[in-house]
Each structure stands twice: as structure tokens, then as C-alpha cells.
Nanobody
Framework: QAQLVESGGGLVQAGGSLRLSCAAS????????MAWFRQAPGKEREFVAGIGRSGESAHYKDSVKGPFTISRDNAKNTVYLQMNSLKPEDTAVYYC???????????????????WGQGTQVTVSS
């Protein structure tokens, strides 16, 4: 059974950093595009960053370009999100998502991803 498990969330002060991890099991990880989404209270779940199967292509929500970096290690079946210079508005539950694909694209639409993790809470205090 395919599964994604996120970890690394927590409470951090504004300006601090966190590194989220998402460990995949039960799937051919290198054939999946991966993405991070987030959902703040009372808001829609939104795309944060995505990375292609090979790890060579990545793209980001405009507001996190620069401070956030997505990466993956196909040997470890894991995708990461390094978050620097965190702001209170980054507070949300962060979800890992996977999409089987023949290409290297990473859509920004929630409905394009079939497999989701349970989420990890990130709280940034001011």
C-alpha cells in the first residue's frame, strides 16, 4: 500500500528555518512527481513547491521563491522542503503529495495529485 509520511514540522520563531521530510513507501518513487502543499486555518490548500521525477526541475509559489527549496533523494524515497526566513504567514499544515507521471512536470492543482500524506504542522511565531 502506497504511503507518504511527513515529518519535521514544529514551532519556530520568525526568521527561523525548518526542514520537512516526506518518506514514501509502497510505490516506485522515481516515477512520481512530488509536491508540497499547505493549508492554513480557514483557507484553501495551496501549492507551495513541486519537483519532477529526476529532481532536475522544480518550481515554487511566488511568495516562497528563494527562502524555500524542494529537493528529493530517489535512493531514499524521500522529498524535502527546506524552509528559511520563515514568516508568521507560513503557518499551516504542510502536506506532501505524489503524482505518477511520464514527464517531469509538477502541476499546481490539488486534484492532479492522487496520493497525500497526513500533514505536519508548521507554526511560525512573531
Amino acid at each position: 500500500q502506497a504511503q507518504l509520511v511527513e515529518s519535521g514540522g514544529g514551532l519556530v520563531q520568525a526568521g527561523g528555518s525548518l526542514r520537512l521530510s516526506c518518506a514514501a513507501s509502497g510505490l516506485a518513487f522515481s516515477l512520481y512527481g512530488m509536491a508540497w502543499f499547505r493549508q492554513a486555518p480557514g483557507k484553501e490548500r495551496e501549492f507551495v513547491a513541486g519537483i519532477g521525477r529526476s529532481g532536475e526541475s522544480a518550481h515554487y509559489k511566488d511568495s516562497v521563491k528563494g527562502p524555500f527549496t524542494i529537493s528529493r533523494d530517489n535512493a531514499k524515497n524521500t522529498v524535502y522542503l527546506q524552509m528559511n526566513s520563515l514568516k508568521p504567514e507560513d503557518t499551516a499544515v504542510y502536506y506532501c503529495a505524489a503524482r505518477f507521471t511520464f514527464g517531469d512536470t509538477t502541476p499546481v492543482t490539488r486534484g492532479d495529485y492522487a496520493l497525500w500524506g497526513q500533514g505536519t504542522q508548521v507554526t511560525v511565531s512573531s
